[in-house]
């Protein structure tokens, strides 16, 4: 059974850095495709980044420049390095994960809906 447990997040002030870590168990797949969406309130879930297994990378708009997604392949965790935050980037971040590679998930990888596994969403608060 595929499982990604979340952690990190938290509360800090606009300008400051948090890491955001997914450890992926009873994942197998050897093409995947593992990503991090947020979601704030009453709004859709958007995709801010993603990467393949070969580390090829993808970056929402508003995450290019600040935010860094990588992948501990031997831990089999994801990581999302955000820097430089924004009041704005306050949201429920989630993990996902997808049996494919990023580039061939249906709908793109920033649809959600392309994504079977997803962590249990971790709260990054940025205060300004």
């Known amino acids: 059974q595929v499982r990604l447990a979340q952690s990190g997040g938290g509360s800090v002030q606009a300008g400051g850095s948090l890491r955001l870590s997914c450890a992926a168990s009873?994942?197998?797949?050897?093409?995947?495709?593992m990503a991090w969406f947020r979601q704030e309130p009453g709004k859709k879930r958007e995709g801010v980044a993603s990467?393949?297994?070969?580390?090829?990378?993808n970056y929402a708009d508003s995450a290019m420049g600040r935010f860094t997604i990588s992948k501990d392949n031997a831990k089999n965790t994801l990581y999302l390095q955000m820097n430089s935050l924004k009041a704005e980037d306050s949201a429920m971040y989630y993990c996902?994960?997808?049996?494919?590679?990023?580039?061939?998930?249906?709908?793109?990888?920033?649809?959600?809906?392309?994504?079977?596994?997803w962590g249990h969403g971790t709260q990054v608060t940025v205060s300004s």
């Open positions: 996902a994960a997808e049996g494919l590679r990023c580039s061939n998930v249906v709908g793109g990888w920033s649809y959600q809906g392309a994504y079977t596994y």
């Open positions: 009873g994942y197998t797949y050897t093409r995947n495709c």
């Open positions: 990467i393949s297994n070969d580390g090829t990378t």
